[in-house]
């Protein structure tokens, strides 16, 4: 049987991955590191995979590049340019790009059964990395307790590293503070009465302008209990004065297919871009996935923004993708959102044999991502899905439809609905029919 079509311009790798790990942007290559099984098509020997790109649109992979060790594994966690050398690992005329991840302690380990956060330097520009002697750097002596983002956070002149990790069973978000990296004090927990989700992963907090003013956007991954079911990525925007986020609104979702999950955002982008990777699958049913010579794919990378609706803001995504370029089968159309109003976008194999449908509806005034004939669906009951997303007001709607191989993403409302969608098929797909029926 030949295999699923591999995606071309969503980066993938031939052994087992999950999250995004230490987006970084140095010295005009893009980092993307990620979780990875560097020996095996199924979840374990978790390690730092790399890959490499100078347009964010064609990765390259690059060899390990932090291994898992006795005693550890190498969870999920960001990485940074210490270029005021704050650590000290950087000698005369060299910046150091500093990983912080998070280290799950297993036997030998006398930490075994806790997760505490870890440093790792690289002189190279990111080849070659080194694990910090002084490992762990913030030891909690809790079970959970994961998924390091870091940040620079700056005001009137002063300022100071900020880490944003995640206490998963609590669904809190910790914030602790550091002049140097090395040494963490607790500032804050973000703690809300009514978390969305099952456990909390991958944190992320980032600023961005609406409308003039600086909104601060926290984003956590859930699972189970993401809005398609099993994981997914929430967020909510807010204040964060240097030490502690307090929300202003309510949470929303990031992306309405099943599979957009640890989103994270890459550090040391020009202009103030914010630019954000996840990774395309879900854990209900990723290691139940039908490829065999590779095994999942990042979403492509998405520019992020805030528009301000009615007084709230909201996150906007678009993808950062050539739509033109002649692997990618595209629908780019304005569709009815009025009573009796239905529109297809129907993308499908060259010999219609698996499909993926994707509707708008303007009598329920939402979008639909059907899957249940895209070709393997049987290897597990979750996947064989048709996820649902709510339009916003408007009697029209743009839609971008994108399939690359065997990843359907769907971007909509000048970017407010986002659905991604991993597919099966036995040949790539490749046509794409706009089906549209208008009321008069
Ligand atoms: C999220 C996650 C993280 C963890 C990593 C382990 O998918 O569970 O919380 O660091 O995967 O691979």
């Known amino acids: ?144 307790f994961r998924d390091p983002k870091v940040f620079w956070w700056e005001a009137d002149g002063a300022g100071h590293w900020v880490m944003a990790t995640v206490d998963p069973p609590g669904r809190r978000v910790l914030l602790h503070t550091s002049p140097n990296l090395r040494d963490w004090t607790a500032a804050s927990a973000f703690a809300p009465a009514d978390p969305p989700g099952g456990i909390w992963e991958c944190p992320d907090l980032f600023p961005l302008e609406a409308d003039g003013e600086t909104h601060w956007v926290l984003v956590v991954s859930v699972n189970p209990g993401g809005v398609a079911g099993g994981s997914g990525a929430a967020y909510v925007v807010g204040n964060f004065d240097g030490t502690t986020f307090t929300a202003t609104g309510d949470f929303g979702w990031l992306d309405f297919g099943r599979d957009h999950y640890a989103p994270v955002s890459f550090s040391g982008v020009p202009e103030g871009r914010r630019l954000m990777v996840g990774w395309a699958s879900n854990w209900d049913y990723a290691a139940a996935a039908p490829p065999t010579s590779w095994r999942s794919a990042m979403s492509f990378v998405r520019e992020i923004g805030l528009v301000t609706d009615d007084g709230v803001p909201r996150v ?20 009815p959102v009025v009573p009796s109003g239905v529109s297809d976008v129907v993308v499908s194999t060259a010999d219609g044999a698996a499909r993926v449908v994707v509707t708008v509806d303007g009598d329920r005034r939402e979008l639909r991502l059907d899957r249940r004939q895209s070709g393997v669906v049987d290897f597990h009951p979750a996947f064989p899905s048709v996820d649902v997303a709510p339009l916003p007001p408007g009697d029209e709607v743009d839609l971008t439809v994108i399939a690359d191989g065997s990843l359907v993403e769907v971007f909509a409302a000048g970017g407010r609905v986002t659905m991604v969608a991993q597919v099966f098929p036995l040949a790539p797909l490749t046509e794409v029919h706009v089906v549209e029926q208008r009321t008069s």
């Open 316 to 335: 906007v995504q678009r993808p950062v993708v050539p739509l033109d370029d002649p692997v990618l089968a595209v629908a780019e159309l304005t569709a």
């Open 1 to 144: 049987m030949p295999d699923i079509p591999r995606p071309a311009l969503h980066f993938t790798c031939s052994t087992w991955m999950n999250d995004p790990n230490g987006l970084l942007f140095h010295d005009g290559t893009w980092h993307l590191f990620f979780q990875t099984n560097p020996d095996g098509p199924d979840w374990g020997n978790l390690s730092w995979g790399h890959a490499t790109s100078t347009d964010l649109v064609h990765w390259e992979e690059q060899p390990v590049a932090l291994r898992v060790e006795p005693g550890e594994l190498v969870f999920s966690g960001s990485a940074v340019a210490d270029t005021a050398n704050t650590a000290g690992f950087a000698g005369p005329g060299e910046t150091a790009l500093v990983a912080i991840y998070t280290s799950h302690h297993v036997p030998p380990s006398p930490r075994s059964g806790t997760q505490t956060q870890s440093l790792a330097y690289s002189l190279d520009g990111g080849t070659t990395w080194t694990r910090y002697p002084g490992n762990p750097v913030l030891d909690l002596g809790m079970q959970d």
